[in-house]
Antibody
Framework: EVQLVESGGGVVRPGGSLRLSCAAS????????MSWVRQAPGKGLEWVSG????????GYADSVKGRFTISRANAKNSLYLQMNSLRTEDTALYYC??????????????WGQGTLVTVSS | DIQMTQSPSSVSASVGDRVTITCRAS??????LAWYQQKPGKAPKLLIY???SLQSGVPSRFSGSGSGTDFTLTISSLQPDDFATYYC?????????FGGGTKVEIK
């Protein structure tokens, strides 16, 4: 069974940092691109960042570019999101998500349950 | 960057109705378009990829069409389980982007 389990969320002050992790299982992790997608309370889906199978190609939403960094460790079946200079508008449920192919810029066929990030003073 | 515009933002419909949701891309994306269904408190579920390909396990009452900039999701006969919010997403290139969502409500 394909599983994506996020961790690392929590409450942080504006300007602070957090590192999200996603543990993948049940599939060949290095065969797929991955993304982080977030959803603020009561709002729609916002794609945050994506990475191809090898980690050589990454993409970011304008709202997080220069502050967030996506990475992956294929040997550990893990995806990461380093979030710096956090703002109150970054408050959201963050989903780890698997693309349908190795490129990363593709439809998303598997989602974790999400980890909540709250940025508040 | 590619912006995705969905309409309507909400629709009220009855069981058995045909429901159509549209999505427009700010530039051509060929057929790199996906549709998702999301219910409250749950992760999204992939319904359609490559504009018109039905994801495995998704009922055939869901269908997608379009290419270039204009796309449509159709539910041929709305069922009680279909009341949810639907999102389109362009998969043409980074940065990816979602439409604002369409909430399908009970009439």
């Amino acid at each position: 069974e394909v599983q994506l389990v996020e961790s690392g969320g929590g409450v942080v002050r504006p300007g602070g940092s957090l590192r999200l992790s996603c543990a993948a299982s049940g599939f060949t992790f290095d065969g797929y691109g991955m993304s982080w997608v977030r959803q603020a309370p009561g709002k729609g889906l916002e794609w945050v960042s994506g990475i191809n199978w090898k980690g050589g190609t990454t993409g970011y939403a304008d709202s997080v570019k220069g502050r967030f960094t996506i990475s992956r460790a294929n040997a550990k079946n893990s995806l990461y999101l380093q979030m710096n200079s956090l703002r109150t508008e970054d408050t959201a449920l963050y989903y780890c998500a698997r693309a349908v192919d190795s490129s990363g810029h593709a439809a998303i066929d598997c989602w974790g349950q999400g980890t909540l990030v709250t940025v508040s003073s | 960057d590619i912006q995705m515009t969905q309409s309507p933002s909400s629709v009220s419909a009855s069981v058995g109705d045909r429901v159509t949701i549209t999505c427009r891309a700010s530039q051509g994306i060929s057929s790199w378009l996906a549709w998702y269904q999301q219910k409250p408190g749950k992760a999204p579920k992939l319904l359609i990829y490559a504009a018109s390909s039905l994801q495995s396990g998704v009922p055939s009452r869901f269908s997608g069409s379009g290419s270039g900039t204009d796309f449509t999701l159709t539910i041929s006969s709305l069922q009680p389980d279909d009341f949810a919010t639907y999102y389109c997403q362009q998969a043409n290139s980074f940065p990816l982007s979602f439409g604002g969502g369409t909430k399908v409500e009970i009439k």
